[in-house]
Antibody, heavy 122, light 107 residues
């Protein structure tokens, strides 16, 4: 079964840091672009960042540029999101998502993980 | 950034109804659009990609159309399991952006 599973969410104070992880299985992880997408509770979806198969090209939404870093370890079939200088508005479920088309640098997502909740609050 | 605007934001309908949701892009995106369905506490699930192609396993009562800036998602005969929130997403350029969602509720 093709799936991705996130972990690492939790409660963190404003200005703090957190690292999310995503473990992939059921497909050749190293051949796909991977993304993080977030959803504030009760709100809509926001794409956060993506990373190329070899890790050498990354893109971010402006609101996290300079604070968040996406990375991957293909040997471990894992995707990461290092989140620094967290703000209350970063509170959300964070989904790991695979690009559906391995050949596409920008595309749509399938599958998605179940999400991990990050809460930024004092 | 390309803004994606869905209408309506919410919709009440009955089982068996035909429902149409629209998505408008702030600039032309060709057919680089996908529709997702999201149920409470669940991850989004893709329904239609490249504006009009049905994802494998998705019932044929779902269909999509449009290109350029205007797109529609149609459910030909609503089933109880279709009550959910629907999102469009453009994949024409960075940043990847989503519509604000359309909540489909039971009348």
């Amino acid at each position: 079964e093709v799936q991705v599973v996130e972990s690492g969410g939790g409660l963190v104070q404003p200005g703090g840091s957190l690292r999310l992880s995503c473990t992939a299985s059921g497909f050749t992880f190293s051949t796909y672009w991977m993304s993080w997408v977030r959803q504030a509770p009760g709100k809509g979806l926001e794409w956060v960042a993506n990373i190329r198969q070899d890790g050498n090209e990354k893109h971010y939404v402006d609101s996290v540029e300079g604070r968040f870093t996406i990375s991957r370890d293909n040997a471990k079939n894992s995707l990461y999101l290092q989140m620094n200088t967290l703000r209350a508005e970063d509170t959300a479920f964070y989904y790991c998502a695979r690009a559906e088309d391995p050949a596409a640098a920008i595309g749509w997502f399938d599958p998605w993980g179940q999400g991990t909740l990050v809460t930024v609050s004092s | 950034d390309i803004q994606m605007t869905q209408s309506p934001s919410s919709l009440s309908a009955s089982v068996g109804d035909r429902v149409t949701i629209t998505c408008r892009a702030s600039q032309a995106i060709s057919s680089w659009l996908v529709w997702y369905q999201q149920k409470p506490e669940k991850a989004p699930k893709s329904l239609i990609f490249h504006a009009s192609y049905l994802q494998s396993g998705v019932p044929s009562r779902f269909s999509g159309s449009g290109s350029g800036t205007d797109f529609t998602l149609t459910i030909s005969s609503l089933q109880p399991e279709d009550f959910a929130t629907y999102y469009c997403q453009q994949y024409y350029s960075y940043p990847i952006t989503f519509g604000q969602g359309t909540r489909l509720e039971i009348k």
